[in-house]
């Protein structure tokens, strides 16, 4: 059993960057794959970005491709989601999910993970 904690949101200008945090405890995240979600208000939850596990590769969604970078320290046991040029279209709350599989064809799909944080709010401004 693992416990995943977000931090890192906030408000921000269209433009300007955030990194997210993604801390895990309860077990070594090494062999974890991690993905970064996100949700805003009246849609549907959305993949965002994906690090698999024992140094595996990482995927992204197509919306943040090129401004978006997920990266791990496993000694820290902490994912992170480095955001760059942010749209208002960004905002969401943003969830890290965990998952001990490694199966790799649905790693872009929320029902992969059974570890799940609490969320954390970005808000880009216009």
């Given at each position: 059993?693992?416990?995943l904690v977000e931090s890192g949101g906030?408000?921000?200008?269209?433009g300007g960057s955030l990194s997210l945090s993604c801390s895990v405890s309860g077990q070594s995240v090494r062999r974890y794959s991690v993905a970064w979600f996100r949700q805003a208000p009246g849609k549907d939850r959305e993949f965002v970005a994906a690090s698999k596990g024992n140094g595996g590769a990482?995927?992204?969604?197509d919306s943040v491709k090129g401004r978006?970078?997920?990266?791990r320290d496993?000694?820290?046991?902490t994912v992170y989601l480095q955001m760059n040029s942010l749209?208002?279209?960004?905002?969401?709350v943003y969830y890290c999910a965990a998952d001990a599989s490694m199966i790799t064809s649905t790693i872009r799909q929320?029902?992969?993970y059974d570890y799940w944080g609490q969320g954390t709010q970005v808000t880009v401004s216009s």
């Open positions: 059993q693992i416990q906030g408000l921000v200008q269209a990482q995927y992204y969604g978006f970078t997920i990266s496993n000694n820290k046991n749209k208002p279209e960004d905002t969401a929320g029902y992969q």
